[in-house]
């Protein structure tokens, strides 16, 4: 399917979801918080604006909502709700070292190789002009999820969730023409709850580690768990007196 | 006179032209840049004024410069000019564009940079050392990130010949290619490393710190230096002119008929002038970066570059 | 075409018989009459090259498949021997380097005998003479027996001349290393000769070529042959034995080493893979794309860091292969999926390599080896300033460095321009993933490219420009003209070879035309002007055109810009005021790829530290600074080590049968007997 036969409509949702994959590549590299957050409001922006095209190519009207409500949780609401924690938590300069950033985003590439692979029996199936889009979505998706198991940093964690819920969602828009709209405004709403729980999620975090470094988590493993303090001096002055 | 000769007539004119309108841009992005930073504008020309004295001067070599040390000024321009006749200026399907497709084009440039390294070891003086290691450790990062890009292009051209892809472009009319944003967007960034602009070197500076094309240069002077300095004004113009052809073709000649060529004189020295006003925007913004930041910055040019190969292949053709 | 013994079979006899005549010749090079080697051996093997050059090239040109047997080895497999294009294309790249060699020797040699540690000279000449011997054979054979055969001459004869100069410990580590390794890819090598002979019904090529194998058993046979022979070829990670081996031999056998011997793996994949087995798959030529472009890159990235111009040139071997493995791997996906013209675009490219590395680093090694004629020195940094002193010399060693960095107009850049030309055909692929594989190698054989610049700045840079940075070295003289003749060869043909592309490319088609039954008729479809390999729309060079553009301009800029001129003036070069710059304040080896040290960090084992001394007194300062840097490679210490330690783990576990009485082995032997009676039996 040559890219030129499509309509001009078709071809900006294409660009759209190009962008969209690119804000995901963004925020996989980004180690400052606040960016961070920018480029996660960025994402749903762009989102949104590939749906409302997407909208128009179809005629579906219930995607307007769809967009809209995107504007409002994932550009308004859910991007302040973090800004407000990153001030609060006093981490709004903070900056986390990856380790090999650019073997990481040759690994994020390596994913959305893949997800051109696997998704390419789904696009044999569907008949809509944006069937591309569907590796795509799938790629943000598993890229999100790359970004959770990479990211030491709490708030990487959470914004690389919520992106892979914005891959979820864009593969809905792109390959069905969205969810039933109650699905969607349930989605919506665990997203929302679940942003809220993660705040309190930090505040725990940062009380008991002092940092929102999550590897800290280690220590609760019972493998790790550090020697009781009170016992290993006794056991040394038991031995030099032996 | 048959079209044969017409043709390469045109193309040694067109060539003519590039390398006596290069010294022009320079100018243009020295004006416009003390504009916008609130200074005294030197004229247009200047560059020309600069080329001019500096040919006239004495020549005055390090007692132990070797044949290399002479002979590299002329190799660089050279090379460089090469590389100027390849480029679709104002006309397509010109016979010289047919000697050289990018790649080669890539191969001059990288020609002219090996021999300007060498040339700044020649005389073993420390600042050439540094200037060479730097520039060939830049050049290496900044190579595969234009390679992928010009792929990128060339995947849809289905050619790397110059006027091919321009004429592949002109035709297609508007479409929106995610590919080619991201190839524009990295190719930009190439354009900006290789050409020794900000943020990754400071073509005005001379401290030791920043340098890495003025610090291998700097035992250079009379005619030898103007050549240099010719050659990378040259440089940045075919950038500009490679990037103008890749992404904004319209206005170019593609018959040879004396109002296509006017218009196509006139679309480039418009796309030209708002190009480089785009660069003095950049560079005023921007500050010089630390070395050790540039791979990073040629680093992202690269996922650009890649991004754009991958929406080539998954959004644009597959399926 | 097929007569029974024509004339190129007979010059390649004559080759043959040249070559053992000057191995001959050369036992009677004792100490007294060195020069039964210098003219007697050395004449002999330029005349074996120039009759390896005019056999390969006649059947080459003529598209001649000659096949003869002779009555040789076992009563009832006589040796069969065949020349075709593919093998005399090879033996023209052999027979051009021994000439050279042969036009080298002599003077390079005469340290053997001049120098303080006098070397015996009759297995020098012997088993350069052997080393040859099995390289022209193995090319001629056609059945596995004599390939197997003249494969391990070329490969003990190879240890015996790594280990020339065995008073060094590490000249003797490399040579076993090299052995070892050449043994264990000999023994895949049968491994995959075993495959086909067991389906072909026999052992000679033919019945082998005859044969349709089962994919699975062909891509068993393909790994076997790509295992065996990459070890030769020297392909990351099969590659540690390289750098180790090369520098240590003698410098005309190192060019031979690298220029030719590696290219004997090439042709050994070549020829199972395309010829024997006759249908590639597209799943081998991935694996072989991966293997190479992570041997281009890594080559280069080792190279770097090497201060031993030899070793450095020996890094950049590997980095070749790859390059040539490539251009193999995607002719041979391009093959297995279909697209014939693509695939034989592949195929060219990667012989085209093969000949311009073989070429260049053959000069090369030539140039590092009268760097140490003259100098005794391996060591970048003790060099400098070679330019002023050895200017011929340096020459030569500019045009293999502009070559092998791929820079036109010289042979390196078009093969590796082939090599991307093949890579851009990749939207033709059905397949997505390997649409999208392609590419990415091939902006990593972009970095390659540029990395190999870098390195060729700093090799050439640090030994010939600048200043002498030791005493040595600041006396040099330039070479004696056998050396320089020798050179001028090699340096002469990586011009020719890349101004006509186009030429060498149609003197190229019998090859394609006998493996793929393709060739590439667009190249030349414009006139030996213009190289056009798909089609003058998609991509054209025109490298004639490109030099005489550089030399009118280079007289012309000269012409306008000298005219008239007062003469130059000589002074100092500008030092910031402190005082006259010595050869102490110029940058190092170490210090050129430090950026490169860092940015590429993970890729090698970097030990570095700074020591510094402080003074005995009352106010303390610095007396002394020193730097410590150790880089190692991670497949030494990640691959072969655990191997290593493995395998005398595993020795020592079976030691226990290792009594040392002699009744026990002899309780061995008879349960041996036992047991074979019985199977037998059975």
Redesign the interface.
Same mark, same amino acid.
Request: charged fraction near 5%; proline fraction near 3%; glycine fraction near 8%.
């Given at each position: 399917?040559?890219?030129?036969s499509l309509s001009?409509y078709s071809?900006?949702i294409?660009?759209f979801? /190009? #962008?969209v994959?690119?804000t995901s590549?963004v925020m996989l590299a980004q180690t400052r918080m606040v960016p961070l957050i920018f480029t996660f409001a960025w994402q749903g922006l762009l989102m949104a604006v590939a749906t409302v095209l997407v909208a128009i190519v179809s005629g579906h009207k219930h995607l307007y909502i769809s967009a809209a409500l995107t504007v409002v949780l994932k550009v308004g609401l859910i991007p302040w709700l973090l800004y407000r924690l990153s001030v609060r938590l006093d981490m709004n300069y903070e900056t986390e070292a990856i380790k %090999?950033?650019?073997?990481l985003?040759l690994g994020g590439?390596g994913l959305?190789?893949f997800s051109?692979?696997i998704a #390419?029996p789904i696009? %044999?199936l569907s008949g809509l002009a944006t069937?591309?889009?569907i /590796?795509?979505s799938i790629a943000v998706e598993l890229l999100g999820m790359l970004m959770m198991s990479v990211r030491g940093t709490a708030m990487a964690q959470v914004i690389g969730f919520m992106s892979m819920e914005n891959g979820l969602f864009f593969a809905a828009v792109v390959s069905t023409y969205g969810m039933p709209l109650i699905v969607e405004l349930g989605v919506a709403f665990d997203v929302m709850v679940a942003s809220i729980l993660f705040g309190v999620f930090f505040f725990h975090l940062r009380d008991s580690f002092d940092s929102l470094d999550v590897g800290h988590l280690n220590l609760l493993s019972e493998a790790n768990e550090p020697a009781p303090l009170a016992e290993t001096p006794a056991a040394s002055t038991q031995g030099e007196h032996a | 006179m048959n079209s044969q000769s017409i043709a390469w007539t045109l193309a040694a004119a067109q060539t003519l032209l590039f390398i006596l309108a290069a010294p022009l841009l320079a100018g243009w992005v020295k004006r416009v840049k003390c504009h916008l930073q609130n200074r005294a504008a030197p004229a247009v020309w200047q560059p020309y004024r600069d080329l001019a004295k500096l040919i006239k001067k004495n020549l005055v070599l390090a007692e132990n410069a070797s044949w290399l040390f002479r002979a590299v000024p002329y190799i660089v321009f050279g090379a460089t000019l090469l590389a100027a006749a390849a480029v679709p200026l104002i006309a397509v399907h010109l016979p010289t564009s047919a000697i050289a497709d990018v790649i080669v084009l890539v191969g001059f440039f990288a020609l002219a940079r090996f021999f300007t390294a060498l040339a700044a070891l020649d005389i073993g003086t420390a600042f050439g050392g540094m200037g060479a290691s730097r520039e060939m450790t830049v050049a290496a990062l900044a190579e595969p990130a234009m390679l992928m890009a010009v792929f990128t292009l060339a995947m849809t051209a289905h050619s790397t010949n110059l006027s091919v892809a321009t004429e592949t472009v002109l035709q297609?009319?508007?479409?929106?290619?995610?590919?080619f944003?991201?190839a524009l967007l990295a190719l930009l960034m190439v354009a900006v490393a290789e050409c020794g602009r900000i943020p990754v070197d400071n073509p005005a500076t001379h401290l030791e710190l920043t340098m890495l094309h003025e610090a291998m240069i700097l035992e250079y002077n009379g005619r030898h230096l103007a050549l240099i300095e010719w050659a990378a004004q040259i440089k940045l113009m075919i950038y500009a002119v490679l990037i103008i052809d890749f992404f904004f073709p319209w206005g170019i000649a593609s018959e040879f008929s004396a109002s296509a060529l006017s218009v196509g004189v006139l679309a480039v020295t418009a796309k030209l002038m708002l190009l480089a006003m785009l660069l003095v925007v950049w560079e005023t913004v921007l500050a010089k970066m630390r070395l050790f930041r540039v791979p990073?910055f040629l680093?992202f040019a690269f996922?650009?570059a890649?991004?754009g190969m991958?929406?080539n292949?998954?959004?644009?053709?597959?399926? | 075409m097929n007569t029974a013994n024509g004339l190129p079979l007979l010059l390649a006899y004559a080759a043959i018989v040249c070559t053992l005549l000057s191995g001959a010749v050369s036992l009677f090079a004792v100490r007294r009459h060195p020069g039964f080697l210098h003219f007697g051996s050395f004449l002999f093997l330029f005349l074996a090259g120039a009759a390896s050059i005019a056999a390969g090239g006649w059947a080459l040109l003529a598209h001649l498949t000659l096949t003869d047997q002779l009555a040789f080895g076992l009563p009832w497999l006589k040796w069969h021997l065949r020349l075709d294009p593919l093998s005399g294309f090879f033996l023209v790249l052999l027979g051009t380097l021994v000439t050279a060699a042969s036009l080298y020797g002599p003077s390079y040699t005469r340290e053997y005998t001049h120098g303080k540690a006098p070397q015996p000279l009759p297995p020098l000449g012997v088993f350069t003479a052997t080393f040859v011997l099995g390289m022209q054979m193995l090319l001629l054979a056609d059945d596995a027996l004599v390939f197997m055969i003249f494969w391990e001459i070329m490969s003990l004869s190879g240890y015996f001349l790594v280990a020339y100069q065995h008073q060094h410990a590490a000249n003797r580590h490399a040579a076993f290393l090299y052995l070892l390794l050449a043994h264990v890819g000999a023994l895949v090598i049968l491994l995959s000769f075993g495959v086909l002979a067991a389906f072909g019904g026999g052992l000679t090529f033919d019945q082998m070529r005859a044969t349709h194998l089962a994919p699975l058993w062909a891509t068993l046979a393909f790994l076997f042959a790509f295992l065996g022979f990459g070890t030769k070829a020297g392909m990351v990670p099969l590659h540690v034995w390289l750098p180790d081996a090369h520098p240590v031999a003698p410098s005309h056998i190192s060019a031979l080493m690298s220029g030719a011997m590696l290219k004997m793996g090439i042709y050994g994949i070549v020829r199972v893979s395309y010829d024997l087995i006759g249908e590639v798959r597209w799943e081998w030529g991935l694996l072989v794309l991966v293997i190479g472009t992570a041997s281009a890159l890594l080559g280069v990235l080792y190279a770097l860091m090497q201060h031993d111009l030899k070793r450095l040139l020996a890094y950049h071997s590997i980095e070749n292969i790859g390059i040539i493995l490539m251009g193999l791997g995607m002719s041979m996906i391009f093959l297995g999926t279909g697209h014939k013209i693509l695939g034989t675009l592949g195929l060219v490219a990667a012989l085209y390599h093969t000949l311009n590395h073989a070429l260049f680093k053959g000069l090369l090694f030539l140039g590092a080896g009268a760097v140490l004629y003259r100098t005794h020195e391996r060591d970048l940094e003790r060099m400098g300033g070679l330019i002023h002193r050895m200017p011929v010399t340096a020459f030569m060693f500019l045009v293999g460095s502009v070559a092998i960095s791929a820079l036109p107009p010289f042979n390196g850049f078009v093969s590796e321009w082939l090599t991307f030309q093949t890579a851009l055909q990749a939207p033709a692929l059905e397949n997505?993933?390997l649409r999208?594989?392609i590419p990415?190698s091939a902006a990593l054989l972009a970095l390659t490219g540029a990395l190999a610049a870098a390195c060729f700045v700093k090799a050439f840079g640090i030994a010939f420009l600048g200043k002498p940075r030791s005493r040595r070295v600041a006396h040099a003289r330039e070479v004696p003209i056998g050396m320089q003749g020798g050179m001028a060869l090699l340096a002469v043909l990586c011009l020719l070879l890349g101004v006509f592309p186009t030429s060498v490319i149609m003197a190229m088609a019998p090859i394609t035309q006998l493996l793929v039954q393709d060739s590439l008729p667009s190249a030349a479809a414009q006139g030996w002007l213009w190289l056009t390999p798909i089609s003058p729309q998609v991509a054209s060079y025109s490298a004639p055109l490109v030099l005489i553009a550089i030399v009118v301009v280079f007289g012309l800029g000269f012409l306008l810009l000298k005219r008239g001129a007062v003469p130059a003036r000589r002074c100092y070069p500008w030092d910031c005021g402190f005082g006259r710059l010595t050869s102490r304040m110029e940058y190092t080896s170490t210090a050129f790829t430090q950026p490169i040290r860092r940015v590429f960090g993970?890729v090698w084992k970097v030990d570095e530290a700074v020591e510094t001394t402080a003074g005995a007194g009352p106010i303390p300062r610095v007396t002394g600074i020193r730097h410590h840097l150790h880089v190692q490679d991670w497949s030494w210490l990640k691959v072969y080590q655990p191997i290593g330690r493995l395998v005398l783990a595993a020795a020592r576990r079976i030691g226990f049968i290792q009594t040392g009485n002699i009744h026990t082995y002899l309780k061995y032997s008879l349960a041996t007997l036992l047991l074979l009676l019985w199977i037998v039996s059975l």
């Open positions: 399917m040559a890219l030129s001009l071809q900006a294409i660009l979801a /190009a #962008l994959l690119f590549f %090999h950033p650019s073997l985003l590439a959305v190789i051109y692979f #390419l696009v %044999h069937r591309n889009t /590796a795509v | 297609a009319g508007l479409v929106l290619r995610p590919s944003l991201f990073q680093g996922l650009l890649l991004l991958l929406t292949v998954v959004l644009e053709t597959g399926g | 997505g993933v999208t594989m990415i993970a």
